[in-house]
């Protein structure tokens, strides 16, 4: 049966992979954006087209405003997926303020406000399905990487405590902790930078976007009804014993 599905930051890398999957399904899939939709918003023959919505997270009325406009357009969002987030780098002597900030607001708080928002529909509805896209940063750290890893670390915390408030409407709240993978961030890098990062991995090589995604999909299908508060490393054995 297709369901809505929200994934924020679904404009590119992990987030568009998922979206993608929804879409070749069948579901009714929205996007949040903030700089540019993806190219196509498309799909094979008798899918769905992509809804895109522009949504800065960080801004509470402008997520108001998304859901509004996803609920008047295609329905009440079943399924959410909190992609959303961004890196801004630099050890903890030299991080200011704001750096420490944007990346809070981005990758934890947006979670807390999307979620919140979301809620509702999927408690009256007795079903719901919220996955988040934390990293392997929040249990092993990197340095350089302190408001991010706080901010990977809170999402499980978050989605644990969560999970337990909704449990008893059927609502499941799940995390997805992906290694490194096959987006813009790694493309900068030069091949033997990439060498260098593969060889971390026990299993050798970085990951494709759509292998996250396929997590996500299995955490948001019927077949994951009885579980929640997990989180699902997708790191290729990178975190292993964490």
């Not at 899918?47 to 996803?70: K, M, N, R, W, Y």
């Not at 987030?85 to 900030?101: Q, Y």
């Not at 990977?152 to 915390?157: L, P, R, S």
């Not at 493309?187 to 260098?196: G, H, K």
Request: glycine content about 10%.
């Amino acid at each position: 049966m297709s369901r809505v599905v929200l994934v924020t930051g679904g404009s590119r890398g992990i987030g568009l992979a998922c979206a993608r999957r929804f879409q070749a399904a069948g579901d009714r899939v929205a996007i949040t954006y903030r700089t540019a939709p993806p190219a196509d918003f498309g799909g094979r023959a008798g899918t769905h087209p992509l809804f895109g919505v522009p949504c800065d997270v960080t801004e509470p009325q402008a997520v108001e405003a998304a859901f509004s406009s996803i609920e008047a357009e295609i329905g009440h969002v079943e399924v959410l997926v909190c992609s959303a987030g961004v890196t801004d780098d630099g050890l903890l002597l030299r991080m200011g303020e704001v750096r420490w900030a944007r990346v809070i607001e981005t990758d934890l708080t947006a979670c807390y406000r999307t979620t919140k928002r979301a809620l509702g529909p999927m408690l009256k509805a007795r079903s719901g399905r919220i996955i988040l896209i934390s990293s392997v940063v929040a249990y092993l750290g990197n340095a350089g990487q302190a408001n991010y890893a706080a901010a990977k670390a809170g999402q499980i915390g978050f989605a644990r405590s969560v999970a337990r408030e909704v449990a008893s409407r059927a609502v499941t709240v799940n995390v997805v902790a992906p290694g490194m993978v096959a987006t813009d961030m790694l493309a900068a890098l030069s091949a033997d930078q990439i060498a260098a990062l593969s060889s971390r991995v026990p299993l050798g090589r970085i990951a494709e976007p759509d292998e996250i995604a396929a997590a996500v999909s299995f955490l948001a299908s019927p077949e994951a009804a009885y579980v929640t508060g997990a989180v699902l490393a997708v790191d290729g054995g990178l975190g292993m014993g964490h």
